[in-house]
């Protein structure tokens, strides 16, 4: 991912979650913390496909468990490396 | 008898079912938030499936995501004398495969329960117990549109159709494309 899309994801994440961007590591996982619920989930995702220019399936939405995973699952729908 | 959408499927509990439930049941982590907390023996698990298969007060389902189960789920009636007539129903399920313990896909057999109820069986109300100390099942309610009716160790819970057709329009919408 480039340095440019790695700061659009933690922007989006940090936005969605309303967290701090020092906060958005790979590690950090859904439910782990309060402000990473499923609300935020869908708020999440839809700042993503804004974000990104992107439809997610509901598959790779269900999938999108950490930060780590979300990554991956945007490299799959061509976010450049 | 069974339910699918959502992305997932609940299959009516089967005979060759019971062991894997069984085991499931009495795994510390779900047992914990279980209103009894006995270990049940495979004859009590018998014995309880020949109580209820033709019970038209009960109905017990198991969770497929992607052809694998991963949890249980059940309607039993409140009051009266089957699930079609019945004005108050109480769902109940759990997920058991830790990857989707803490995801957005437990919310998938429980949307597909409440449509069940509201529009097939014409429910009135959705109502459920939980213990105080299960904080997660309580968020998880919450954010179905459940309401808190009795406040104690044991939490009554109860969500209308007008309630839960507004707070579940957005993971439908995420759950359903």
Same mark, same amino acid.
């Given at each position: 991912m480039t340095k440019e899309n790695q700061d659009k994801l933690i922007e989006a994440f940090a936005t969605a979650l309303n967290?701090?961007?020092?906060?958005?590591?790979?590690q950090l996982a859904y439910n782990t913390i309060p402000e990473w619920d499923s609300t935020a989930h869908m708020v999440l995702i839809a700042e993503l496909e804004d974000v990104f220019d992107i439809m997610l399936d509901t598959d790779d939405i269900i999938d999108m468990s950490s930060v780590a995973k979300a990554k991956e699952i945007l490299i799959k729908y061509g976010v450049e490396m | 008898m069974e339910l699918q959408g959502y992305h997932v499927k609940l299959m009516q509990l089967r005979r060759e079912d019971l062991e894997m439930v069984r085991q499931w049941r009495n795994d510390p982590k779900i047992q914990q938030f279980m209103l009894s907390q006995s270990q049940i023996t495979p004859e009590q698990q018998q014995a309880w499936f020949e109580k209820i298969n033709n019970d038209p007060r009960h109905l017990q389902f198991v969770i497929y995501y992607k052809d694998a189960p991963i949890g249980a789920a059940n309607l039993k009636v409140i009051s009266g004398d089957a699930l079609q007539n019945a004005q108050v129903i109480e769902p109940g399920l759990y997920i058991y495969d830790d990857k989707y313990r803490a995801n957005l896909l437990a919310f998938a057999p429980t949307l597909l329960l409440n449509?069940?109820?509201?529009d097939t069986l014409m429910a009135q109300k959705l109502r459920a117990v939980v213990k105080k100390d299960n904080i997660a099942a309580l968020n998880y309610n919450? +954010? @179905?549109?459940?309401? #808190?009716?009795?406040?104690?160790? =044991? #939490?009554?819970i109860e969500?209308? +159709?007008l309630n839960y057709e507004k #707070?579940? +329009?957005? @993971? +439908?919408? =995420?759950?359903?494309?």
């Open positions: 967290i701090d961007n020092s906060a958005v590591t790979e | 449509d069940y109820c509201f919450q +954010k @179905l549109g459940y309401q #808190v009716i009795k406040d104690g160790d =044991l #939490v009554e969500l209308d +159709k #707070v579940s +329009k957005p @993971l +439908k919408r =995420l759950l359903s494309r």
